[in-house]
């Protein structure tokens, strides 16, 4: 049963876009921001999304509002750097029920983000098996120019054959297979077999979770293009994401010093 926009939008009000950056592990630099939801109160204190998230996967009415939200804080934080730096992207995770129904292009045109189509990836989820609405999702943010990333690779029940043919652009490999990469070698060599396959694909990668220095040093060396995580930077407000995007994180790829 789908709730009435009334309720959905009193339970979304404390709802607020956050910016968790992508480090490009051959600079250090910002390359991107992936949106993540946090509820933001009126004294400022912020907690996380996941339970009213959790609550949301089974409303697309709700999704949908969800989403639209979201994106009008991609519209009011980021696109004022987009003019500014060329280089970075947002990602922003859309369930299938929103992608698939094709009414992004209905927010998009709404906020007015066509010009800015190019600097979008839409993630979508490898947890679940990809449904038909999933896979005209993905048809539908390629023929408006979005990239797609395949989000939580390395979870999901689904195999690799739900995949074949999809137009893919980036893998984002879940943290779960990072865990043991540096103590496990057939951690090690699956994550090295990942790198392989998604080169053969043509597909940029993305480590998710990085906690520690000596998992950004492996993954770099294993030739993943793009980390994410609590290493480098939790999901930060957008003054913070700017700033980051300034500095950078090229000082967090030397070798730290002994001592
Ligand atoms: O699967 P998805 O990309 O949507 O997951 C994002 C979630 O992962 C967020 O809730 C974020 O807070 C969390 N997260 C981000 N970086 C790290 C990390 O380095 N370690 C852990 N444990 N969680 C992380
Ligand atoms: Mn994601």
């Not at 045109?109 to 190019?118: K, M, Q, V």
């Not at 950004?216 to 407000?237: E, I, K």
Request: aromatic share 6%.
């Amino acid at each position: 049963m789908a709730a009435s926009p009334d309720i959905v939008d009193s339970r979304l009000q404390r709802l607020t876009a956050w910016y968790q950056p992508v480090v490009d592990l051959n600079t250090g630099r910002v390359c991107g921001f992936e949106v993540l939801s946090r509820l933001v109160s009126a004294d400022g204190s912020v907690a996380s999304a996941g339970r009213l998230m959790e609550e949301l996967e089974r409303e697309p009415e709700a999704q949908y509002v969800l989403i639209r939200r979201l994106l009008t804080g991609v519209r009011d934080d980021i696109v004022p750097l987009f003019a500014r730096r060329p280089e970075f992207y947002v990602s922003v995770n859309i369930p299938p029920a929103v992608l698939g129904t094709g009414r992004i292009g209905e927010i998009i045109r709404d906020l007015g983000l066509e010009r800015w189509l190019t600097r979008l990836v839409v993630e979508v989820t490898e947890r679940q098996a990809l449904s038909d609405m999933g896979r005209a999702g993905i048809d539908v943010a390629r023929s408006l120019g979005i990239a797609v990333a395949l989000d939580d690779f390395g979870t999901g029940h689904s195999g690799l054959s739900q995949f074949v043919g999809l137009d893919l652009d980036m893998l984002k490999i879940d943290r779960s297979l990072l865990v043991s990469i540096l103590e496990n070698r057939a951690a090690a060599r699956m994550l090295r077999g990942i790198v392989g396959l998604a080169a053969a694909l043509r597909l940029r990668t993305v480590a998710e979770g990085v906690e520690s220095w000596e998992q950004a040093f492996f993954l770099r060396a294993a030739g993943v293009d793009q980390g994410q995580g609590f290493f480098w930077s939790r999901a930060v407000p957008v003054q913070e994401a700017a700033a980051l995007l300034d500095r950078g994180f090229g000082h967090t790829l030397e070798r730290p010093s002994a001592g």
